[in-house]
């Protein structure tokens, strides 16, 4: 069997907790494999919502195994937050939620040194969603950090070293701080000893033998990842498909399906370069009408049309073999819709991303009709509005792959199979 991977084209909240939830069904085990909780996925359903922060978003669907893999960042705190808030709609997970050994700890100094870095960059800065990833993912490759599988070992002499060490790099900024959640740090760290923890690269390869299904949520979007995103102003993980591979323990040969999803139109959350931004009564509408504020955060999400040279460049790094467009109901009122096709750039255009996005980038627009239709209480494609049906046909000739699912709306009944 292979591994299908799930993963955002654009700069995040693509809708990825909504639809690993749909798709969770036709698969055995579900694994979060980089990031940590930076991440908020919203699922719907039976009129409730849910934001899930380190817990994979197979969760709600009985009989599922889910899995924390080596490449994701845990924070015990939100970690038990999260299991607790779980707990209370009956939901017991310490039978299937297995949590990688290898994975990397997020502790408060992190966060406190996340606040103390953004502070110091003043309007530079990120807008990181201070979850302390940065410098846990430094400590991480910097060869210091702490490991779930740590938890069996000297656990509290290498977390007072490395809280030393924190320490010390905070003398250098000019920042006050306190470690009264410290406390509930060594909570989390408590309820992660009744979890099953594992070197989930063996388990995950021996369910592949086995036949078992796999289906990897990625966190954050493409554009975000530290290589290819909008650097400095990305997260500190591949977010692309590779980050799988690495953030599972899997052989590149063992992806299989590769689920590009996509906003139908676009948004940013934190700092960053944006050509395609509606600094206007549009981008306004967009945001009402999508909802676009942080799940983690709750920051207003900046809004604009979609992008697809941005788009195109996260097909080709992912080697995405279906899409999936999400929010599609969101553009339901517009009687145009607007498509970046391409970019000027010093004057000249281009179909590629320029080395700095932050460069004077002009987006060149296409128009396309609104559909002016209600899509929300659509569930088969034969209803769809012919502009509707022009605009995915529009964009599948563009981009070469085909629209495999159109969700129009936030619950998980709202999704329909193309
Ligand atoms: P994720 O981080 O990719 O899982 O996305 P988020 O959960 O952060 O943000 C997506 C938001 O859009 C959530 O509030 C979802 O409930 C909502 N959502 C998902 N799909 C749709 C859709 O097709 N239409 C609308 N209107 N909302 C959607
Ligand atoms: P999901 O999985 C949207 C953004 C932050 C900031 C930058 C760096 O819900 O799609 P970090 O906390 O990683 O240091 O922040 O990345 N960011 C996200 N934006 N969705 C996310 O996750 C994000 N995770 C991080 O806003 O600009
Ligand atoms: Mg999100």
């Known amino acids: 069997m292979k591994v299908d991977v799930l993963l955002g084209l654009q700069w995040g909240d693509e809708g990825k907790g909504k639809v690993v939830d749909v798709l969770t069904p036709s698969y055995d085990i579900i694994c979060r494999f980089q990031g940590g909780p930076n991440a908020g996925h919203t699922l719907e359903f ?6 899930l922060h380190n817990i994979p978003s197979g969760i709600f669907r009985e009989d599922k195994l889910n899995m924390i893999t080596n490449g994701v960042v845990l924070d015990p705190m939100v970690f038990k937050r999260e299991i607790d808030s779980l707990e209370i709609l009956g939901i017991d997970l310490t039978k299937n939620l297995w949590i990688s050994k290898k ?14 870095s953004e502070a110091a960059k003043g309007k530079s800065k990120i807008g990181s969603t201070l979850k302390g990833i940065g410098p846990t993912y430094m400590d991480k490759t910097g060869r210091n950090g702490l490991r779930v599988g740590d938890l069996d070992l000297d656990f509290t002499s290498k977390y007072e070293a490395l809280k030393e060490k924190h320490r010390k790099l905070l003398m250098q900024y000019d920042y006050e701080y306190n ?9 989390g760290i408590e309820l992660i000893r009744k979890f099953k923890r594992v070197d989930t690269e063996y388990a995950i390869n021996r369910f592949l033998e086995e036949g078992k299904s796999i289906l990897a949520e990625g966190a954050q979007g493409t554009l975000l990842d530290i290589d290819f995103g909008s650097y400095p102003f990305v997260t500190s993980s591949n977010t692309i498909c590779a980050g799988a591979c690495t953030g599972m323990g899997i052989a590149p040969t063992t992806i299989g399906e590769v689920y590009g999803i996509f906003k139908a139109y676009c948004t940013r959350v934190g700092s960053g370069p944006f050509p395609s931004e509606l600094l206007d009564e549009e981008g306004e509408k967009l945001r009402d009408i999508g909802k676009e504020y942080g799940s983690t955060t709750g920051r207003p999400r900046r809004c604009g049309w979609l992008d697809l040279v941005a788009l195109k460049y996260s097909i080709m790094l992912n080697g995405v073999t279906q899409l999936i467009m999400t929010k599609t109901d969101v553009l339901d009122t517009f009687d145009s819709i607007k498509v970046v096709t391409a970019y000027s750039v010093n004057n000249e255009l281009t179909d590629q991303l320029p080395f700095d996005l932050s460069v004077d980038v002009k987006p060149i627009f296409t128009e396309l009709p609104g559909w002016e239709t209600d899509l929300t209480g659509i569930r088969v494609k034969e209803q769809f509005p012919k502009e509707l049906n022009e605009y995915i046909r529009f964009l599948e000739k563009e981009l070469k792959v085909p629209i495999k699912f159109v969700s129009v709306g936030p619950d998980r009944e709202q999704i329909i199979e193309m």
């Not at 039976?46 to 934001?51: E, F």
């Open 103 to 116: 994975a990397h700890l997020i502790l408060p100094t992190h966060r406190i040194l996340d606040a103390a």
């Open 46 to 51: 039976n009129n409730r919502k849910h934001i």
């Open 179 to 187: 470690l009264d959640e410290e406390e509930r740090f060594f909570d």
